[in-house]
């Protein structure tokens, strides 16, 4: 499945349609947002991709505590390695659009305040994971540690913001997605954004993770 | 190979997906970029971020062949 092309094809396909289809696809009206809410198609993707691949990370880390494998222990922490990378474009791209329709790159959003803590959460994460010499002890304790992380994070991300007024959507009192998205021309090209980009994500983290057992090999090797 | 099938894929989801873009009634006092659109000089911007994430996908590929040869090298 890893090695298979077929799905990389099909991450390329729908991450270049969703491009063009976003810039070039009619979207609803709105004041405030104008043309930004074609952002729709570019920040958020980023957000679900990081979602899914610390969700990959804490199977394996479960895996890894169930059979003590130590390529379990390897996917969790490339999986949390393109997490961070997404989640940073995520936090990136969605402080350029609050600066132009929020008025400021970081006003004081509890999705925004959540994500950071999430941030610097998965980054204890990998100081953890450096801190420990031993591999086995590392790789147990930063498992136990993931699988703590994770629910934290979600809520955080999702629970916390909808409990409070958050500027995003589905908050508050404000719209949610299917309020705003009356014309249901946004929800193709969304979830074709969505998928392209999680795919992709996986993909960089298959990557990674293959260059991870070749260099293992090579040093049994040696 | 898979480039080009990556390429002709792309192209025909393109066509599908603005296929359903049907023309919207527009609200007058909200400022959309109907103008930019209608002069087609937006299609320049597009075919550019285009560009760039069809040759970072293409550069993801050529990693992808780079660690099978490791891989079958052993």
Known sequence: MMRKNWWKILAAVMVSSSVVAGFMGPVPVLPILNETIRNIYFHVPMWFSMIVLYLISVIFSVKYLNSGERNHDIMAVEAVNVGILFCFLGLLTGMQWANITWGDPWPNDPKLNGSAIATLMYLAYLVLRNALEEEQKRAKISAVYNIFAFPIMIVLLYILPKLTDSLHPGSGGNSTFSDIDMDHNIRPIFYTAVIGWILTGIWICTLRYRLRLVENNRNKLD | ?74
């Open chain 2, 1 to 74: 190979m898979y480039y080009m099938k990556t390429l002709m894929l792309t192209f025909l989801s393109i066509i599908c997906l603005l296929r359903m873009a049907v023309a919207q009634p527009q609200m007058a006092q909200i400022e959309m970029a109907t103008g930019l659109r209608s002069s087609g000089k937006i299609w320049v911007v597009v075919l550019v971020v285009l560009t760039l994430i069809i040759g970072v996908f293409l550069y993801l590929f050529s990693i992808d062949r780079k660690i099978r040869k490791l891989e079958n090298h052993k």
